[in-house]
């Protein structure tokens, strides 16, 4: 009781107002988001906000209790209950308004809770005055208790209004009984209708209930759409947006369908006049509004600018997860990109393995250097293994030898090896043997050819990479990480022939072979390999005829049988061997079918019949045939017919060509032909041996040999291992080769067919150096431990290095208090590390974790620019009578805040480049004159193929959704020709046809139809185009009878866009409206029917018959109406995006009749129509999507008139696509603050 009298009640409760009022007078509740320690704090308002509320119920009711009791017992604990209660509200209050503030709430949106928590903690401080005053008037009492009831009515208020926030408005009565539900309804209506009541209630709303209520009211939502709730005050509600887009459907003439009762001319006037007039006062509202939000860098941004900043070439990103897509596709939207824990913690981690890998150890790594020479019988006697394993095709060990060498290049001394050589092996693994030969000095390489992709049960994924590769495979000595440099030498080589394998039959000539008396075959065995029947490996069907006998017959009442031989031949080298068969003489007019098998291939057949030079029964031998026959193992087959006599031995017996037997092997080389206009190149990997394949990477680029044939060069390639798929150095397996990190190379001059002439690589040696220290220390270390006089473990050398480093991480100048505390942690920790630069690494990590580094830079030092435009804002004089609906709305003049220099740059590069502003950039933002060279810095940018195409791969990728391409799977059985090489030539096509559009600076429109594409020779090989030779993509000039031309013809798209087996009308039309267009069109209701191939004849139909059959339902007319037309024009593209007349055996039906009844037919005619008709739609689709890339932001309604401006400026530019980027660039939104 004591220290309740203590208390002034007045002056602190009154104090607690004020307060409050001042918080809800400055704090800025303007739909911006915030950060930090307020945003923090007020997120705690909805899990304190219960207490008060408990207290301040509680507290009337135990008042009430105490009244009706008598008892003077609870007064104490009353006063205590409304002073808790008190401080308790006006905490609450304050977080709560924190919360708004910083959680992109307008002020309309939180007026009323607002308002009612402001009241309830008014409300409380008078009772708590009230009750705990040291001289009580009469009237208190009655006073206590009016403001205790009220107190109690405005909490339910406040409390509503805020669940309404959180849930929704129909959240208490979405499911009430129907009679509580329809007057919640109208009291919401009456509520949502009082501004231009007397328009919307009794001219639109009656128009909206009679033609549109019926498909998007509260019993039907079609596409979506409900309009019977939405919000008709278009300035404080926030439906505009929705209204927005029902106009555009009434003005487009798709709503209400055609086959649905439509408005007359002034009825469509009345609802197009209301929306037009509301939609110009909420964009008018929200000028001045607009504000840019603090972007963190995407996924990929970092991973750049990380590269930029250390120098480091590691895939630091891949630890993190994506970035979620925005509404319109992009990646880079600053409102969804959040630092969630996960990010935190990764960034971290990825900042420390960063600087890791940037500064040098205190001691120089060990360097490995391996050599491997090819040519043949070069490594007679070396100590190698030979590779070994599924469809592996090892290179023998006398045709390649490896040098270890030491840190001056030269080859370590047999003596310092040991064993380590038995760790080398050369592998062709998949390759066609005749597509490579070793000969004297090299090993030539053939123009490889795609392996197909296994899509087999237990084979699905394996790889062995395109026939032939050749790669160096080197088992447990090798480094795991840091730079590499793999130097291949070879040269142009000249065409070369492999023997095969061939066999022939070789009716009615003598044999070689004679029988002496005992009737064996009388041979020389240098020459000749006899088989013996029944002593080959296997049979199937055929016995011995007796105990003793050597004959062989086929089991009785069997129709066929054969015996499996393995031989080993007297030479190595290709020869001709004579095939002759012992046997029984057989009854002349009798006659049998005897087959002979070489290996896998080569086989043929031969008609036995009598020789006429013995009695029937007796032992002859007959010629059978004839085979060239390459190295000294063989597998041979011998399989047998119906009346087969049976057999003693079968002889191969090497000899010379007759002429009569010349003819029939007139071709006993496979020749590997050299197209005289294609050059050989070298394409190198780097990866590791898997069981069924290998798991590999290529290098970022390639080389073509334009040397003259004989003449060697070397060839470097430079990368880092953490970016490739390595073996564990401790791979179990077999010693010597399972888990092997592979570095090799192909033919890059690609072929599709075994008869296409192709080019020839001469390899000379493969050689890979790891770590690959070009100068020590480091260029990374150099550039973290910057040039000084002063001493290199000083205090004020980290303060440098602290300061230098910050800059170029921040992307702009730093202050000395900013980088203080980084100096002051490195002074507190430095003590507990023996070496100056892992002391120094620490700081800096924590630059890498600062949201300076991690978001772009965005200074607060802006300066206004005034906007002449007349603007609505609201002149009230401050927040407190906007809270309150006081002030009047009109036009002022408004102030935009430019970015600064620094800022622009950030924006500019990361625009252009995705990657951090290079340092000309930095120099003018330095000087203030970046603003001033916008126009010369674009272009300068723009000619930088390398960084723009860091923004055009990105761009190209969410806009056209070529990430759909990546992950289509296509039916290999169909399309055994479309390979990994096709599907990444694809997308790459997207993104050199852009990239060319740009720096050439050619009209947006080529999007839609262009006479050139860019393409390289594996694609238009592919596409059934002729001429283009080569691996680079270049420009390529189209006809008409091309098909191609334009995003519309490129097999990204069209491939991406069906599915895997068909194509697909639905999914191509949906981008080409979303994407090409720029109209979303509504997503399907739920439970949408499939095609039904269960239908009678569905087989047969043409895929627009079925499209037809399965839109013949109520629940997908309306919708299919409208897309699938914009879908069946592209049926003359498969599913792998290639031309085609018929399908299924019918003629392919591409004519279409669109939404607004122009007739077209096929990919030409649509092209026509969008250029035509459509021609600032598709452009305006351009420049909104990569205005929304540009920004970082959704695409609204209030963008509107910027978006139009933009149209016509590109407009009067001929709608060059330079002028799409320096309009966006010169736009209000792009330098505003």
Not at 986 to 998: D, G, S
Not at 1121 to 1141: C, H, M, S
Request: with cysteine; hydrophobic share 40%.
């Amino acid at each position: 009781m004591t220290l309740f009298r203590a208390i002034k009640p007045v002056w602190v409760l009154t104090l607690m107002v004020l307060i409050l009022l001042g918080i809800a007078a400055t704090v800025p509740i303007n739909g911006a988001s915030g950060d930090g320690v307020s945003r923090f704090i007020g997120r705690f308002h909805i899990l304190v906000l219960h207490f008060p509320v408990t207290l301040l119920l509680l507290a009337p009711a135990l008042s009430l209790y105490a009244y009706f009791t008598r008892n003077a017992a609870f007064k104490p604990f009353v006063r205590f209950l409304w002073w808790l209660g008190s401080v308790a509200v006006f905490i609450t209050v304050s977080m709560g308004m924190l919360l708004a503030a910083n959680e992109g709430f307008e002020i309309a949106e939180v007026r009323l809770h607002m308002l009612g928590g402001l009241s309830v903690a008014i409300l409380t401080f008078f009772a708590t005055a009230l009750l705990t005053s040291s001289t009580p008037k009469a009237w208190y009492k009655f006073a206590y208790v009016s403001v205790s009831g009220a107190l109690v009515i405005g909490l339910f208020v406040t409390a509503h209004a805020g669940g309404n926030l959180v849930h929704g408005e129909s959240y208490l009565v979405r499911f009430a009984p129907s009679p509580i539900a329809q007057w919640f309804q109208t009291k919401q209506q009456t509520e949502l209708t009082v501004v231009d009541d007397a328009v919307y209630n009794d001219q639109v709303r009656p128009l909206l209930t009679q033609y549109c209520f019926g498909c998007h009211g509260s019993d039907t939502q079609k596409g979506g759409v409900q309009l019977d709730v939405l919000n008709p005050d278009f300035v404080v509600g926030n439906d505009a947006p929705h209204w927005h887009a029902a106009l555009d459907m009434i003005n487009s003439g798709e709503m209400p369908p055609a086959k649905k009762k439509q408005p007359s001319a002034e009825e469509r006037r009345v609802l197009v006049d209301w929306m037009t007039n509301g939609i110009h006062l909420a964009k008018e509202a929200k000028k001045g509004k607009s504000q840019q939000t603090i972007r963190r860098l995407t996924k990929q941004q970092y991973q750049n600018t990380l590269v930029e900043l250390t120098s480091v070439d590691a895939n630091f990103a891949s630890l993190l997860p994506d970035d979620p897509l925005s509404e319109i596709g992009f990646s880079n939207n600053a409102e969804l990109l959040q630092n969630s824990t996960l990010h935190l913690e990764t960034f971290e981690q990825i900042a420390r393995q960063a600087l890791d890998k940037a500064i040098d150890p205190a001691d120089k790594p060990e360097v490995v250097h391996y050599r491997m020479h090819f040519g043949k019988d070069i490594g007679v006697g070396e100590k190698h293994s030979k590779s070994s394993g599924y469809l592996d095709v090892p290179l023998p060990t006398k045709d390649f030898y490896v040098e270890v060498l030491d840190e001056n290049g030269q080859p370590k001394s047999e003596a310092e090896l040991g064993d380590l050589k038995k760790y080398f092996s050369a592998s062709l693994r998949g390759s066609d043997k005749r597509r490579f030969k070793a000969e004297s000095g090299h090993l030539s390489l053939f123009s490889a050819k795609p392996h197909k992709e296994i899509n087999e049960p237990g084979k699905f994924g394996s790889w062995h990479g395109p026939s032939p590769n050749l790669a160096m495979q080197i088992k447990r000595y090798f480094p795991s990480e840091g730079e590499f440099i793999l130097r291949i030498k070879a040269g142009k080589g000249s065409s070369f022939k492999i023997p095969v394998t061939f066999a022939a039959a070789l009716p009615n000539l003598l044999p070689i072979t004679s029988l002496d008396e005992y009737k064996q075959p009388k041979v020389t065995s240098e020459k000749s390999v006899v088989m013996t029947a029944a002593t080959g490996n296997s049979s199937t069907n055929l016995v011995k005829s007796g105990p003793q006998s050597d004959l062989v017959v086929l089991k009785e009442n069997e129709m066929q049988g054969f015996e499996n031989f393995k031989v080993k031949l007297p030479t190595q080298q290709q020869a001709f061997y004579e095939i002759n068969l012992v046997h029984p003489e057989m009854a002349k007019g009798e006659q049998t079918e005897v087959e002979i098998q070489f290996g896998k291939t080569a086989k043929f057949a031969h008609q036995l019949t009598s020789t006429g030079r013995a009695q029937t029964g007796e032992m002859v031998v007959s010629k059978l045939g004839a085979a060239m026959l390459k190295g000294d193992a063989h597998q041979v087959k011998l399989n047998v017919g119906q009346n087969f006599p049976g057999f003693s031995h079968l002889i191969l017996t090497k000899t010379t060509l007759n002429e009569s037997e010349a003819k029939k092997f007139e071709n006993p080389y496979f020749v590997n032909q050299v197209n005289t206009h294609s050059s050989p190149v070298v394409v190198p990997f780097v990866g590791s041996r898997t069981d069924d394949g290998m798991d590999y990477k290529n290098l970022k680029h390639v080389e073509t040999i334009k040397s003259e044939e004989g003449h060697s060069e070397i060839y470097s390639f430079r990368g880092r291992l953490e970016n490739f798929p390595l073996p564990s150095v401790d791979a179990e397996g077999d010693q010597w080769v399972s888990g092997s990190l592979k570095v090799g190379l192909w033919n890059g001059d690609m072929i599709n067919q075994e008869a296409d002439a192709g080019s020839v690589i001469n390899v000379d040696y493969i050689e890979f150096e790891a770590p690959y220290i070009e100068q020590w220390p480091s260029r990374s270390h150099r550039q973290i431990f910057v040039d000084s006089d002063l001493d290199k473990s000083s205090p004020e050398y980290a303060r440098l290095i602290i300061k230098e480093f910050a800059k170029r991480a921040y992307r702009r100048p730093v202050s000395e208090s900013e980088i203080q505390p980084y100096f002051e942690f490195w002074q507190a920790i430095a003590p507990e590390f023996e070496r100056f630069e892992e002391s120094i690494k620490e700081p800096l990590v924590a630059i890498l974790s600062s949201t300076s580094f991690l978001y772009m830079a965005e200074p607060n030092d802006s300066f206004e620019a005034p906007d002449k435009t007349s603007e609505v804002v609201n002149d009230a004089p401050n927040q407190l009578f906007e809270l309150l609906g006081i002030g009047s709305v009109q036009a002022s003049e408004n102030h935009h805040s430019l970015v600064t220099d620094y800022a622009l740059a950030n924006r500019l590069s990361y625009f252009l480049w995705n990657s951090p502003p290079d340092q000309e950039l930095l120099s003018l933002a330095a000087k203030g004159e970046l603003r001033n060279e916008l126009d010369t810095q674009v272009k300068r940018m723009l000619t930088d193929t390398q960084r723009l195409q860091r923004f055009v791969t990105v761009f190209a990728r969410e806009w056209l959704r070529l990430d759909r391409l990546e992950n289509q799977t296509v039916d290999v059985e169909s399309f055994p020709d479309f390979n990994r090489f096709v599907k990444k030539d694809m997308a790459m096509e997207t993104t050199e046809f852009l990239t060319y559009l740009i720096q050439q600076d050619l009209s947006a429109l080529n999007i839609i139809e262009s006479d050139f594409a860019m393409l390289n020779q594996n694609l238009a090989e592919f596409y059934g185009l002729e001429g283009v030779t080569g691996p680079t993509f270049r420009k390529v000039t189209l006809d008409e009878s091309t098909g191609r031309g334009g995003l519309l013809g490129q097999g990204a798209f069209l491939t991406g866009h069906a599915d895997g087996v068909h194509s697909h009308p639905v999914k191509r039309a949906v981008w080409l409206k979303a994407k090409i267009m720029g109209v979303e069109p509504p997503p399907p209701p739920p439970n949408v029917p499939q095609l039904d191939p269960d239908t009678p004849g569905f087989d047969k139909l043409t895929l627009k018959q079925q499209l037809e059959l399965h839109r013949d339902k109520d629940s997908c007319r309306d919708c299919h109406a409208k897309i699938d037309p914009y879908g069946l024009v592209f049926e003359n593209y498969d599913a792998v995006g290639r031309y085609r007349d018929s399908y299924k055996g019918a003629v392919v039906d591409s004519l279409s009749v669109l939404p607004d009844g122009i007739e077209v037919n096929g990919l030409g005619e649509i092209k026509g129509y969008l250029l035509n008709a459509k021609q600032d739609q598709v452009v305006m689709s351009l420049v909104k999507h990569l205005y929304a890339y540009a920004l970082g932001k959704e695409v609204n309604f209030h963008d509107e008139s910027e978006l139009n401006d933009l149209l016509e400026k590109v407009k009067n530019e001929d709608y060059s696509m330079q002028s799409v980027i320096l309009s966006i660039i010169q736009s209000p939104s792009f330098n505003q603050a």
